[in-house]
């Protein structure tokens, strides 16, 4: 089993910074993708950044150029630096990581259902 857990949300005035932190823990043996996805109330989820296992990244068009997404292989764990936030930037955000558990099964999982919650007021 692997977890997934969230930390770094809060409240922000438009403009300002947040930097979140997902650590996965559990029966793991490699990470290959990892990635943050986003859901505001009443919206679809999103895909907001996405990093593999060699660095390559990728970020929808609404946050190329203010978000920044990293990884910290050797510790499980994957970062999103949010600059110059929007108050459509306000949603709950969640990790997912591609796992190689320790048993060699591949399996991708989610942090649906907890996440961290970012707001920014305008």
């Known amino acids: 089993q692997v977890q997934l857990v969230e930390s770094g949300g809060g409240l922000v005035q438009a403009g300002g910074s947040l930097r979140l932190s997902c650590a996965a823990s559990?029966?793991?043996?490699?990470?290959?993708?990892m990635s943050w996805y986003r859901q505001a109330p009443g919206k679809q989820r999103e895909l907001v950044a996405g990093?593999?296992?060699?660095?390559?990244?990728n970020y929808a068009d609404s946050v190329k150029g203010r978000f920044t997404i990293s990884r910290d292989s050797a510790n499980n764990m994957v970062y999103l630096q949010m600059n110059s936030l929007k108050p459509e930037d306000t949603a709950v955000y969640y990790c997912?990581?591609?796992?190689?558990?320790?048993?060699?099964?591949?399996?991708?999982?989610?942090?649906w259902g907890q996440g961290t919650q970012v707001t920014v007021s305008s």
């Open positions: 997912n990581a591609e796992v190689i558990t320790s048993e060699f099964v591949s399996r991708v999982y989610s942090s």
């Open positions: 559990g029966s793991i043996l490699r990470i290959n993708a």
């Open positions: 990093i593999t296992r060699f660095g390559s990244s």
